[in-house]
């Protein structure tokens, strides 16, 4: 009993740090306003210049701006977390005129981030400070300030930096989608920051590189009967079978799925031919698309296989859903 009464307890202050931290970012959520746009605004500039984000931050606020830079560098805003000590021992280095400072302290009188300041403003930068204190030495300094004051932290003793660092995540991230779409990124630029894993594989390879063609692409005329198309389907070791017509375009798809749902109520089955009991206007996809598309298709549809035609509309391959795992892109 005791250790289901602290089990209860545990959960209890699970559930309590969760409602202080959302009520912290509803609370930042709120604050925003015209500096967030001008912060935007000048980051664009900034990159379209080439200059680039200097991220900075010390202790817990350190930490999350290094997450900031990865997610502003990964969607294709070159950004560089610098450590405030480091900085001021030759990392400095690393600043140059054009670029934006990215300042991150809850205080705004962080000792080691005021000290990097009058070193800053040797160059032609602009400073975006994240602070919950708007007249603090840091956000006197900054040429546009975001408030990321909340309402208290998680810890009890409210001191460990908890809700205050997880509303300048966010924030940090509110900021790196913006700016990502000021900009037009896409999803091909995405991929070409991306070239490795599951993302890269999904939006860089087109349908034709993973789609089933040859002795493994089961196709069939429409006057070929069903005990013929089912011994094509064996052969390619395929659950479906594209139909064409007499110029050969795609007319229908046949299934196992479709054998069976009418073998029982049609003895005469075998013996019919495809055009009798194939699905006319199959859902197909151009040997052209991404491979992610074909993901969209398979996620939205209930089917097991794709249809894959070219541009006159014959079917050129089959992307089976079985094959996906194996090519890591699901």
Do not use: W
């Not at 209860?8 to 740090?17: F, T």
């Not at 080439?50 to 350190?62: A, F, L, Y």
């Not at 900021?175 to 779409?181: D, E, G, I, P, S």
């Not at 031919?273 to 197909?284: A, E, G, N, Q």
């Amino acid at each position: 009993m005791k250790f289901l009464k602290q089990n209860r307890n545990h959960l209890a202050r699970a559930r309590a740090v969760f409602d202080v931290e959302l009520a912290a970012l509803k609370a930042v959520r709120a604050q925003l306003d015209m500096s967030f746009d001008r912060a935007v605004e000048l980051i664009v500039a900034a990159l379209r210049q080439r200059g680039k984000i200097i991220v900075v931050g010390i202790g817990k606020s350190g930490n999350i701006g290094q997450k900031i830079a990865a997610t502003l560098t990964s969607t294709g805003s070159t950004s560089v977390p610098l450590n405030s000590v480091d900085a001021l021992h030759g990392d400095l280095g690393v600043v140059n005129d054009g670029d934006v400072i990215l300042a991150l302290s809850y205080s705004g009188e962080s000792e080691e981030l005021l000290n990097l300041l009058p070193a800053f403003k040797r160059f032609s930068v602009k400073i975006i400070s994240f602070t919950g204190a708007l007249r603090s030495s840091l956000a006197r300094h900054s040429d546009v300030v975001l408030n990321t004051r909340v309402p208290k932290e998680a810890c009890p003793f409210n001191l460990a930096p908890t809700a205050s660092t997880t509303a300048m995540l966010v924030l940090g991230d509110a900021l790196a989608m913006a700016v990502l779409q000021a900009r037009g990124f896409t999803e091909k630029d995405f991929a070409r920051h991306h070239p490795s894993g599951a993302i890269g594989r999904a939006l860089l390879l087109q349908v034709r590189d993973i789609m089933r063609t040859g002795e493994r692409n089961a196709v069939a005329p429409e006057k070929l009967t069903i005990k013929d198309a089912l011994l094509v389907m064996t052969r390619a070791k395929s659950g479906s079978l594209s139909v064409i017509n007499a110029r050969g375009k795609l007319s229908g798809v046949f299934t196992d799925g479709d054998f069976r749902r009418r073998m029982a109520a049609d003895h005469d089955l075998l013996a019919q031919s495809l055009d009798r009991v194939m699905t006319r206007r199959p859902i197909c996809i151009r040997e052209t698309a991404l491979a992610v598309e074909a993901l969209k298709i398979f996620n939205k549809r209930n089917i097991d296989d794709l249809i894959v035609v070219n541009a006159k509309n014959e079917p050129v391959g089959l992307v089976d859903s079985q094959d996906l795992p194996k090519l890591k892109l699901m």
